[in-house]
Protein backbone atom coordinates (compact mmCIF):
# COMPACT_ATOMS: atom_id res chain seq x y z
CA UNK A 1 0.00 0.00 0.00
CA UNK A 2 2.66 2.54 0.43
CA UNK A 3 2.90 3.07 -3.59
CA UNK A 4 -0.53 3.76 -3.43
CA UNK A 5 0.10 6.06 -0.24
CA UNK A 6 2.58 8.02 -1.73
CA UNK A 7 0.56 8.81 -5.27
CA UNK A 8 -2.39 10.04 -2.97
CA UNK A 9 0.04 12.45 -0.97
CA UNK A 10 0.73 14.11 -4.00
CA UNK A 11 -2.25 16.71 -4.90
CA UNK A 12 -2.57 16.48 -8.87
CA UNK A 13 -5.27 18.51 -9.23
CA UNK A 14 -5.39 19.04 -13.11
CA UNK A 15 -8.11 22.17 -12.69
CA UNK A 16 -5.92 23.83 -10.54
CA UNK A 17 -3.46 25.46 -12.11
CA UNK A 18 -1.36 26.50 -9.08
CA UNK A 19 -0.84 22.47 -8.54
CA UNK A 20 0.93 22.21 -11.57
CA UNK A 21 4.02 21.73 -10.26
CA UNK A 22 2.67 18.74 -8.65
CA UNK A 23 0.87 17.54 -11.37
CA UNK A 24 4.14 17.69 -13.00
CA UNK A 25 6.31 15.91 -9.89
CA UNK A 26 3.23 12.83 -10.36
CA UNK A 27 3.94 12.18 -14.11
CA UNK A 28 7.82 11.98 -12.56
CA UNK A 29 6.94 9.42 -10.25
CA UNK A 30 5.02 7.68 -12.43
CA UNK A 31 7.91 7.51 -14.98
CA UNK A 32 10.69 6.78 -12.07
CA UNK A 33 8.74 3.60 -11.12
CA UNK A 34 8.41 1.91 -14.83
CA UNK A 35 12.00 2.74 -14.98
CA UNK A 36 12.92 1.29 -11.82
CA UNK A 37 11.22 -2.00 -13.02
CA UNK A 38 13.36 -1.94 -16.33
CA UNK A 39 10.63 -0.74 -18.81
CA UNK A 40 11.63 1.21 -22.00
CA UNK A 41 9.87 5.02 -20.27
CA UNK A 42 9.34 8.37 -21.96
CA UNK A 43 7.78 11.22 -20.89
CA UNK A 44 6.40 12.52 -24.10
CA UNK A 45 5.50 16.59 -24.31
CA UNK A 46 2.28 17.19 -25.40
CA UNK A 47 2.59 20.87 -25.48
CA UNK A 48 1.00 23.83 -23.46
CA UNK A 49 -2.49 24.79 -22.26
CA UNK A 50 -4.01 27.99 -22.79
CA UNK A 51 -5.58 29.93 -19.91
CA UNK A 52 -8.89 31.81 -20.09
CA UNK A 53 -6.31 34.96 -19.74
CA UNK A 54 -4.52 33.79 -23.03
CA UNK A 55 -1.60 33.06 -20.71
CA UNK A 56 -0.02 29.37 -21.83
CA UNK A 57 1.22 27.17 -19.14
CA UNK A 58 3.15 23.14 -19.62
CA UNK A 59 0.57 20.35 -19.94
CA UNK A 60 2.17 17.78 -17.41
CA UNK A 61 3.96 14.82 -20.11
CA UNK A 62 2.25 11.73 -21.03
CA UNK A 63 4.56 9.03 -19.56
CA UNK A 64 4.59 5.91 -22.28
CA UNK A 65 6.55 2.52 -21.06
CA UNK A 66 7.20 -0.81 -23.11
CA UNK A 67 7.57 -4.15 -21.13
CA UNK A 68 8.75 -6.83 -23.82
CA UNK A 69 8.62 -6.99 -27.29
CA UNK A 70 7.89 -10.28 -28.55
CA UNK A 71 6.81 -10.24 -32.36
CA UNK A 72 5.37 -13.35 -31.76
CA UNK A 73 2.69 -12.24 -28.54
CA UNK A 74 0.00 -10.26 -28.50
CA UNK A 75 0.73 -6.18 -27.15
CA UNK A 76 -1.79 -4.26 -25.18
CA UNK A 77 -1.86 -0.95 -23.92
CA UNK A 78 -3.06 0.01 -20.95
CA UNK A 79 -4.62 3.23 -20.55
CA UNK A 80 -4.65 4.97 -17.17
CA UNK A 81 -4.75 8.98 -15.67
CA UNK A 82 -3.12 9.82 -12.35
CA UNK A 83 -4.86 13.40 -12.21
CA UNK A 84 -7.17 13.68 -9.43
CA UNK A 85 -10.14 15.73 -8.87
CA UNK A 86 -10.81 18.50 -6.56
CA UNK A 87 -10.57 18.09 -2.74
CA UNK A 88 -10.64 19.78 0.57
CA UNK A 89 -11.16 18.65 3.91
CA UNK A 90 -13.47 21.29 4.56
CA UNK A 91 -15.93 20.13 1.44
CA UNK A 92 -16.93 17.14 4.16
CA UNK A 93 -14.35 14.51 3.76
CA UNK A 94 -13.98 12.72 6.91
CA UNK A 95 -9.85 12.28 6.98
CA UNK A 96 -7.57 13.97 5.20
CA UNK A 97 -8.31 13.32 1.20
CA UNK A 98 -4.54 13.52 0.71
CA UNK A 99 -3.66 11.58 3.21
CA UNK A 100 -4.02 7.77 2.90
CA UNK A 101 -6.27 6.37 5.51
CA UNK A 102 -7.36 2.89 6.52
CA UNK A 103 -10.45 2.14 8.14
CA UNK A 104 -12.35 -1.05 8.11
CA UNK A 105 -10.35 -2.61 4.76
CA UNK A 106 -11.58 0.87 2.57
CA UNK A 107 -8.69 3.17 1.52
CA UNK A 108 -9.60 6.62 2.06
CA UNK A 109 -8.05 9.34 -0.28
CA UNK A 110 -8.55 12.00 -3.14
CA UNK A 111 -7.58 9.65 -6.26
CA UNK A 112 -7.86 6.05 -4.88
CA UNK A 113 -10.65 4.78 -7.17
CA UNK A 114 -10.44 7.44 -10.26
CA UNK A 115 -7.39 6.02 -10.99
CA UNK A 116 -4.36 5.88 -9.10
CA UNK A 117 -5.45 2.23 -7.68
CA UNK A 118 -6.17 0.80 -10.95
CA UNK A 119 -3.10 2.03 -12.66
CA UNK A 120 -1.08 0.95 -9.65
CA UNK A 121 -3.13 -2.56 -9.89
CA UNK A 122 -1.68 -2.90 -13.27
CA UNK A 123 1.70 -1.95 -12.86
CA UNK A 124 1.76 -4.68 -9.91
CA UNK A 125 0.52 -6.95 -12.40
CA UNK A 126 3.56 -6.75 -14.66
CA UNK A 127 6.02 -6.78 -11.68
CA UNK A 128 4.37 -9.91 -10.23
CA UNK A 129 5.15 -11.66 -13.18
CA UNK A 130 8.79 -10.54 -12.68
CA UNK A 131 9.18 -11.10 -8.86
CA UNK A 132 8.22 -14.68 -9.76
CA UNK A 133 10.52 -14.37 -12.76
CA UNK A 134 7.62 -15.69 -15.22
CA UNK A 135 8.10 -14.11 -18.89
CA UNK A 136 5.41 -11.74 -19.50
CA UNK A 137 2.41 -13.99 -21.76
CA UNK A 138 2.12 -10.95 -23.48
CA UNK A 139 3.96 -7.45 -24.52
CA UNK A 140 2.52 -4.86 -22.65
CA UNK A 141 3.00 -1.06 -22.60
CA UNK A 142 1.30 1.99 -20.66
CA UNK A 143 -0.04 5.25 -21.65
CA UNK A 144 -0.96 7.24 -18.11
CA UNK A 145 -1.73 10.85 -18.79
CA UNK A 146 -2.16 13.63 -16.13
CA UNK A 147 -5.49 15.69 -18.10
CA UNK A 148 -7.87 13.67 -17.72
CA UNK A 149 -10.36 15.00 -15.17
CA UNK A 150 -10.30 18.50 -17.60
CA UNK A 151 -10.39 16.92 -21.16
CA UNK A 152 -7.10 15.05 -21.51
CA UNK A 153 -5.96 18.42 -23.10
CA UNK A 154 -2.99 17.49 -25.80
CA UNK A 155 -3.72 13.63 -25.57
CA UNK A 156 -5.76 13.22 -28.92
CA UNK A 157 -3.28 15.35 -31.25
CA UNK A 158 -0.42 12.83 -29.10
CA UNK A 159 -2.58 9.58 -30.00
CA UNK A 160 -2.72 10.78 -33.37
CA UNK A 161 1.28 11.64 -33.76
CA UNK A 162 1.90 8.17 -31.84
CA UNK A 163 -0.44 5.47 -34.21
CA UNK A 164 2.46 4.36 -36.15
CA UNK A 165 5.20 4.33 -33.77
CA UNK A 166 4.46 3.99 -30.05
CA UNK A 167 1.01 2.10 -30.72
CA UNK A 168 1.76 0.87 -34.40
CA UNK A 169 2.36 -3.43 -32.90
CA UNK A 170 -0.49 -2.27 -30.00
CA UNK A 171 -3.25 -4.91 -30.59
CA UNK A 172 -5.90 -4.54 -27.72
CA UNK A 173 -6.45 -1.48 -25.40
CA UNK A 174 -7.39 -1.62 -21.64
CA UNK A 175 -9.11 1.18 -19.82
CA UNK A 176 -9.77 0.41 -15.91
CA UNK A 177 -10.98 4.28 -15.53
CA UNK A 178 -14.47 3.07 -14.59
CA UNK A 179 -16.12 0.64 -11.48
CA UNK A 180 -18.91 -2.15 -11.34
CA UNK A 181 -22.31 -1.30 -10.63
CA UNK A 182 -23.11 -4.29 -7.79
CA UNK A 183 -20.77 -5.99 -5.68
CA UNK A 184 -20.61 -8.43 -8.74
CA UNK A 185 -17.28 -7.89 -10.98
CA UNK A 186 -18.10 -6.23 -14.20
CA UNK A 187 -17.03 -5.44 -17.90
CA UNK A 188 -17.75 -2.24 -19.24
CA UNK A 189 -18.69 -2.20 -22.96
CA UNK A 190 -20.46 0.96 -23.44
CA UNK A 191 -20.00 5.05 -22.56
CA UNK A 192 -22.43 8.24 -23.37
CA UNK A 193 -20.52 10.82 -25.21
CA UNK A 194 -21.27 14.33 -24.17
CA UNK A 195 -22.56 17.70 -25.77
CA UNK A 196 -21.81 20.13 -23.16
CA UNK A 197 -23.71 23.51 -23.86
CA UNK A 198 -23.39 27.36 -23.09
CA UNK A 199 -26.22 29.37 -23.78
CA UNK A 200 -25.94 33.52 -22.82
CA UNK A 201 -28.34 35.86 -22.80
CA UNK A 202 -27.26 39.71 -22.87
CA UNK A 203 -29.17 42.45 -22.23
CA UNK A 204 -28.48 46.04 -20.49
CA UNK A 205 -25.07 47.25 -20.46
CA UNK A 206 -24.70 46.49 -16.80
CA UNK A 207 -26.59 45.52 -13.73
CA UNK A 208 -29.75 47.05 -12.52
CA UNK A 209 -31.53 47.92 -9.61
CA UNK A 210 -34.63 45.64 -9.66
CA UNK A 211 -36.81 48.25 -7.76
CA UNK A 212 -35.68 51.23 -10.13
CA UNK A 213 -35.61 49.14 -13.23
CA UNK A 214 -37.89 45.87 -12.58
CA UNK A 215 -41.44 46.16 -14.83
CA UNK A 216 -39.31 48.61 -17.41
CA UNK A 217 -36.76 45.76 -18.86
CA UNK A 218 -36.91 42.76 -20.34
CA UNK A 219 -34.82 40.40 -17.97
CA UNK A 220 -32.00 38.28 -19.20
CA UNK A 221 -33.17 35.97 -16.27
CA UNK A 222 -36.25 34.96 -17.12
CA UNK A 223 -35.36 35.02 -20.88
CA UNK A 224 -32.83 32.73 -20.01
CA UNK A 225 -35.06 30.29 -17.74
CA UNK A 226 -37.78 30.61 -20.19
CA UNK A 227 -35.57 28.93 -22.74
CA UNK A 228 -34.16 25.91 -20.32
CA UNK A 229 -37.49 25.32 -19.26
CA UNK A 230 -37.87 24.24 -23.49
CA UNK A 231 -35.20 21.68 -23.19
CA UNK A 232 -36.44 18.64 -21.16
CA UNK A 233 -40.39 17.52 -20.07
CA UNK A 234 -40.69 16.74 -16.36
CA UNK A 235 -40.73 13.21 -17.49
CA UNK A 236 -37.48 13.21 -18.85
CA UNK A 237 -38.60 13.25 -22.28
CA UNK A 238 -36.18 15.87 -24.57
CA UNK A 239 -38.08 18.32 -26.83
CA UNK A 240 -35.50 19.07 -29.02
CA UNK A 241 -36.46 18.20 -32.80
CA UNK A 242 -34.69 15.08 -33.74
CA UNK A 243 -32.19 14.30 -30.75
CA UNK A 244 -34.58 11.09 -29.72
CA UNK A 245 -35.09 9.85 -33.08
CA UNK A 246 -31.34 9.51 -33.64
CA UNK A 247 -31.36 6.99 -31.24
CA UNK A 248 -30.47 3.41 -31.64
CA UNK A 249 -33.69 1.48 -30.56
CA UNK A 250 -33.30 -0.94 -27.72
CA UNK A 251 -33.30 -4.40 -29.26
CA UNK A 252 -34.68 -7.64 -27.72
CA UNK A 253 -31.12 -9.30 -26.86
CA UNK A 254 -29.80 -5.82 -24.96
CA UNK A 255 -33.10 -6.34 -23.00
CA UNK A 256 -32.54 -9.46 -21.64
CA UNK A 257 -28.60 -8.39 -21.08
CA UNK A 258 -30.09 -5.99 -18.31
CA UNK A 259 -32.87 -8.26 -17.26
CA UNK A 260 -29.38 -10.24 -16.32
CA UNK A 261 -28.00 -7.73 -14.29
CA UNK A 262 -27.34 -7.39 -10.45
CA UNK A 263 -28.74 -3.97 -9.24
CA UNK A 264 -30.66 -3.29 -6.58
CA UNK A 265 -33.34 -0.04 -7.17
CA UNK A 266 -34.38 0.41 -4.09
CA UNK A 267 -30.31 0.39 -3.03
CA UNK A 268 -29.64 3.26 -5.79
CA UNK A 269 -32.74 4.86 -4.89
CA UNK A 270 -31.65 5.29 -1.26
CA UNK A 271 -27.93 6.19 -1.96
CA UNK A 272 -28.57 8.92 -3.90
CA UNK A 273 -30.88 10.26 -1.20
CA UNK A 274 -34.23 10.88 -2.90
CA UNK A 275 -37.46 9.09 -2.20
CA UNK A 276 -38.75 8.97 -6.24
CA UNK A 277 -36.64 8.19 -9.37
CA UNK A 278 -37.90 8.40 -13.15
CA UNK A 279 -38.41 4.86 -13.57
CA UNK A 280 -39.23 1.97 -11.02
CA UNK A 281 -38.17 -0.52 -13.13
CA UNK A 282 -34.50 -2.25 -12.95
CA UNK A 283 -34.38 -2.14 -17.00
CA UNK A 284 -35.87 0.77 -18.03
CA UNK A 285 -33.37 2.76 -15.19
CA UNK A 286 -30.72 1.25 -16.92
CA UNK A 287 -31.11 1.87 -20.18
CA UNK A 288 -32.25 5.34 -19.10
CA UNK A 289 -28.92 5.78 -17.52
CA UNK A 290 -26.51 3.93 -20.11
CA UNK A 291 -27.70 3.93 -23.75
CA UNK A 292 -30.99 7.03 -23.83
CA UNK A 293 -29.89 10.77 -23.84
CA UNK A 294 -30.58 13.09 -21.06
CA UNK A 295 -30.34 17.04 -20.84
CA UNK A 296 -28.98 17.90 -17.43
CA UNK A 297 -28.67 21.64 -16.54
CA UNK A 298 -25.69 22.65 -14.27
CA UNK A 299 -25.54 26.24 -13.38
CA UNK A 300 -26.13 29.75 -14.29
CA UNK A 301 -22.81 32.07 -13.94
CA UNK A 302 -23.71 35.82 -13.68
CA UNK A 303 -26.37 35.26 -11.54
CA UNK A 304 -26.75 36.46 -7.60
CA UNK A 305 -26.09 33.47 -6.28
CA UNK A 306 -23.87 35.02 -2.63
CA UNK A 307 -25.49 34.31 0.76
CA UNK A 308 -28.62 36.87 1.61
CA UNK A 309 -30.27 39.16 -0.70
CA UNK A 310 -29.15 41.36 -3.24
CA UNK A 311 -31.86 43.28 -5.71
CA UNK A 312 -30.15 43.12 -8.73
CA UNK A 313 -31.28 42.54 -12.37
CA UNK A 314 -28.30 40.65 -13.83
CA UNK A 315 -27.00 42.16 -17.04
CA UNK A 316 -25.36 38.91 -18.46
CA UNK A 317 -26.36 35.29 -17.58
CA UNK A 318 -25.09 32.34 -19.24
CA UNK A 319 -26.68 28.65 -18.48
CA UNK A 320 -24.57 25.66 -18.63
CA UNK A 321 -26.13 22.31 -19.49
CA UNK A 322 -25.07 19.23 -21.28
CA UNK A 323 -26.88 16.64 -23.58
CA UNK A 324 -25.27 12.90 -23.11
CA UNK A 325 -24.82 11.39 -26.43
CA UNK A 326 -25.62 7.54 -27.39
CA UNK A 327 -25.34 5.36 -30.43
CA UNK A 328 -26.33 6.77 -33.20
CA UNK A 329 -26.48 10.42 -32.08
CA UNK A 330 -23.61 12.91 -33.56
CA UNK A 331 -22.48 15.69 -31.64
CA UNK A 332 -22.14 17.59 -34.92
CA UNK A 333 -25.74 17.21 -35.68
CA UNK A 334 -26.52 17.73 -32.08
CA UNK A 335 -25.03 21.12 -31.87
CA UNK A 336 -26.71 22.12 -35.06
CA UNK A 337 -30.35 20.90 -33.34
CA UNK A 338 -29.90 22.94 -30.27
CA UNK A 339 -28.68 26.40 -31.54
CA UNK A 340 -31.52 26.11 -34.23
CA UNK A 341 -34.06 25.18 -31.58
CA UNK A 342 -32.99 27.85 -29.04
CA UNK A 343 -32.82 30.36 -31.40
CA UNK A 344 -36.36 29.71 -32.65
CA UNK A 345 -37.51 29.42 -29.09
CA UNK A 346 -35.61 32.51 -28.42
CA UNK A 347 -37.50 34.20 -31.31
CA UNK A 348 -41.21 33.21 -30.05
CA UNK A 349 -40.42 35.73 -27.13
CA UNK A 350 -39.96 38.71 -28.98
CA UNK A 351 -37.27 39.76 -26.79
CA UNK A 352 -34.79 43.00 -27.77
CA UNK A 353 -32.10 40.55 -25.56
CA UNK A 354 -29.20 38.74 -27.30
CA UNK A 355 -28.91 34.42 -27.13
CA UNK A 356 -25.38 33.01 -28.00
CA UNK A 357 -25.58 29.24 -27.64
CA UNK A 358 -21.82 27.64 -27.96
CA UNK A 359 -20.96 23.91 -27.68
CA UNK A 360 -17.47 23.32 -25.80
CA UNK A 361 -17.66 19.52 -25.17
CA UNK A 362 -18.52 17.99 -28.20
CA UNK A 363 -17.47 13.81 -27.31
CA UNK A 364 -18.82 10.75 -28.89
CA UNK A 365 -20.39 8.05 -27.27
CA UNK A 366 -18.40 3.94 -27.54
CA UNK A 367 -19.92 1.03 -27.80
CA UNK A 368 -17.99 -2.41 -28.10
CA UNK A 369 -19.12 -5.94 -28.91
CA UNK A 370 -19.05 -8.18 -26.05
CA UNK A 371 -18.87 -11.20 -28.51
CA UNK A 372 -15.34 -10.00 -28.84
CA UNK A 373 -12.24 -12.33 -28.07
CA UNK A 374 -10.93 -9.60 -25.46
CA UNK A 375 -14.10 -9.69 -23.89
CA UNK A 376 -13.73 -13.09 -23.77
CA UNK A 377 -10.91 -13.75 -22.14
CA UNK A 378 -12.29 -10.80 -19.34
CA UNK A 379 -14.91 -13.24 -18.66
CA UNK A 380 -12.53 -15.96 -18.40
CA UNK A 381 -10.29 -14.10 -15.80
CA UNK A 382 -13.04 -12.89 -13.83
CA UNK A 383 -14.52 -16.35 -13.72
CA UNK A 384 -10.36 -17.75 -12.59
CA UNK A 385 -10.68 -14.98 -10.10
CA UNK A 386 -13.31 -14.39 -8.40
CA UNK A 387 -15.68 -17.64 -9.43
CA UNK A 388 -18.39 -15.69 -11.24
CA UNK A 389 -19.78 -14.53 -14.35
CA UNK A 390 -19.27 -10.53 -14.45
CA UNK A 391 -21.86 -8.10 -15.37
CA UNK A 392 -21.89 -6.23 -18.54
CA UNK A 393 -22.42 -3.26 -18.36
CA UNK A 394 -22.52 0.56 -19.63
CA UNK A 395 -21.18 3.77 -18.46
CA UNK A 396 -23.67 6.30 -18.03
CA UNK A 397 -20.25 9.35 -18.02
CA UNK A 398 -18.06 9.94 -20.83
CA UNK A 399 -14.28 8.44 -20.95
CA UNK A 400 -13.29 10.24 -24.50
CA UNK A 401 -10.14 8.62 -24.79
CA UNK A 402 -11.94 5.56 -25.96
CA UNK A 403 -13.50 6.61 -28.72
CA UNK A 404 -10.08 8.30 -29.78
CA UNK A 405 -8.44 5.62 -29.20
CA UNK A 406 -10.87 3.76 -31.57
CA UNK A 407 -10.94 6.22 -34.35
CA UNK A 408 -7.43 7.03 -34.66
CA UNK A 409 -6.19 3.40 -34.02
CA UNK A 410 -8.88 1.03 -35.03
CA UNK A 411 -8.36 -1.52 -32.22
CA UNK A 412 -9.90 -3.58 -30.17
CA UNK A 413 -10.82 -1.41 -26.42
CA UNK A 414 -12.26 -3.53 -23.51
CA UNK A 415 -12.82 -1.57 -20.14
CA UNK A 416 -11.95 -3.75 -17.13
CA UNK A 417 -12.63 -1.95 -14.01
CA UNK A 418 -11.85 -2.91 -10.22
CA UNK A 419 -13.19 0.11 -8.43
CA UNK A 420 -16.59 -0.86 -5.98
CA UNK A 421 -19.76 0.68 -7.07
CA UNK A 422 -19.84 2.67 -3.34
CA UNK A 423 -16.20 4.18 -3.65
CA UNK A 424 -17.60 7.57 -4.33
CA UNK A 425 -15.27 8.59 -7.33
CA UNK A 426 -15.29 12.60 -7.51
CA UNK A 427 -17.20 12.53 -4.43
CA UNK A 428 -16.19 13.06 -0.66
CA UNK A 429 -14.31 10.14 1.07
CA UNK A 430 -13.35 8.40 -2.05
CA UNK A 431 -12.00 5.41 -1.44
CA UNK A 432 -10.55 1.46 -2.55
CA UNK A 433 -11.50 -1.16 -0.88
CA UNK A 434 -8.26 -3.47 0.51
CA UNK A 435 -10.05 -6.08 -1.39
CA UNK A 436 -10.84 -4.70 -5.18
CA UNK A 437 -7.33 -3.43 -5.14
CA UNK A 438 -5.84 -6.84 -4.31
CA UNK A 439 -8.24 -8.78 -6.28
CA UNK A 440 -7.50 -6.55 -9.19
CA UNK A 441 -4.08 -6.41 -9.28
CA UNK A 442 -5.44 -10.65 -9.12
CA UNK A 443 -7.14 -9.88 -12.16
CA UNK A 444 -4.81 -8.38 -14.57
CA UNK A 445 -2.55 -10.65 -13.67
CA UNK A 446 -5.39 -13.19 -14.64
CA UNK A 447 -5.97 -11.46 -17.79
CA UNK A 448 -2.98 -10.91 -19.23
CA UNK A 449 -2.32 -14.86 -19.21
CA UNK A 450 -5.61 -14.82 -21.24
CA UNK A 451 -5.62 -12.89 -23.71
CA UNK A 452 -2.09 -14.48 -24.35
CA UNK A 453 -4.45 -17.54 -25.30
CA UNK A 454 -6.33 -15.36 -28.03
CA UNK A 455 -5.72 -16.56 -31.68
CA UNK A 456 -3.16 -14.26 -33.58
CA UNK A 457 -6.19 -13.94 -36.61
CA UNK A 458 -8.58 -12.58 -34.15
CA UNK A 459 -9.23 -9.08 -33.07
Known amino acids: MWALRDWVAIESDSSNIQKRPELHRMMEMVAQKLRLMGGTVELVDIGEQELPDGQTITLPKVVTAQFGSDPSKHTVCVYGHVDVQPAKLEDGWATDP ?17 NKAPVLAW ?14 PVNVKFLIEGM ?5 NGLDAMILAQRDTFLSDVDYIIISDCGWLSRRPALTYGTRGNCYFFAEVEGPKQDLHSGVYGGAVIEPMTDLIGILDTLISPSGRILIPGIQEAVAPLSDEEWKMYQDIEFDVN ?3 NKTGVNHLMYNNKVDLLAHRWRYPTVSIHGITGAFSDPGTKTVIPAKVTAKFSIRQVPDMDPATVKKQVTHYLHSVFAKRKSPNKLKVTMVIGAKPWLADTQHPLYEAGKAAIKRVFNMEPDLIREGGTIPIARTFQD ?4 SIIMMPI ?30 NEVAQITKTSG
Do not use: C, P, W
Not at 103 to 114: A, E, F, P, V
Not at 123 to 136: E, R, W
Not at 408 to 411: D, S
Open 98 to 114: YNLTDISGNLYGRGTSD
Open 123 to 136: IHAVKAYQALSMVL
Open 148 to 152: EETGS
Open 267 to 269: HFK
Open 408 to 411: VTGK
Open 419 to 448: GGFDDGMHSQNEKMSRYNYIEGTKLFIAYL
